[in-house]
Nanobody, 114 residues
Framework: QVQLVESGGGLVQPGGSLRLSCAVSWGSFSFYTMAWYRQAPGKQRELVADITTSGSANYRDSVKGRFTISRDNAKNTVYLQMNSLKPEDTAVYYC????????WGQGTQVTVSS
């Protein structure tokens, strides 16, 4: 059974950093683009960043220069390094495979507040 397990969230002050991890129990992990999404209260889930099998990354404009997505195919894990966090980054963060949608994990809460 495929599982997505996100971790690393928490409460951080504006300007702080967090590193999110997503462990994926999926035999095809290394063959697919992976992505991080987020959903703020009362808003739709949105794509934050994605990374191809070769490591090419794309970001939504609001996080460019602050977030870095990476993956470790040997560990079936995708990461999101988040720096210079802003209150508007507050959301539940999820990972998934955009071209082969899997059942969503529980997500990890990120709260940016002073």
């Amino acid at each position: 059974q495929v599982q997505l397990v996100e971790s690393g969230g928490g409460l951080v002050q504006p300007g702080g950093s967090l590193r999110l991890s997503c462990a994926v129990s999926w035999g095809s992990f290394s063959f697919y683009t992976m992505a991080w999404y987020r959903q703020a209260p009362g808003k739709q889930r949105e794509l934050v960043a994605d990374i191809t099998t070769s490591g090419s990354a794309n970001y939504r404009d609001s996080v460019k220069g602050r977030f870095t997505i990476s993956r470790d195919n040997a560990k079936n894990t995708v990461y999101l390094q988040m720096n210079s966090l802003k209150p508007e980054d507050t959301a539940v963060y999820y990972c998934n495979a955009p071209n082969y949608p899997l059942s969503w994990g529980q997500g990890t809460q990120v709260t940016v507040s002073s």
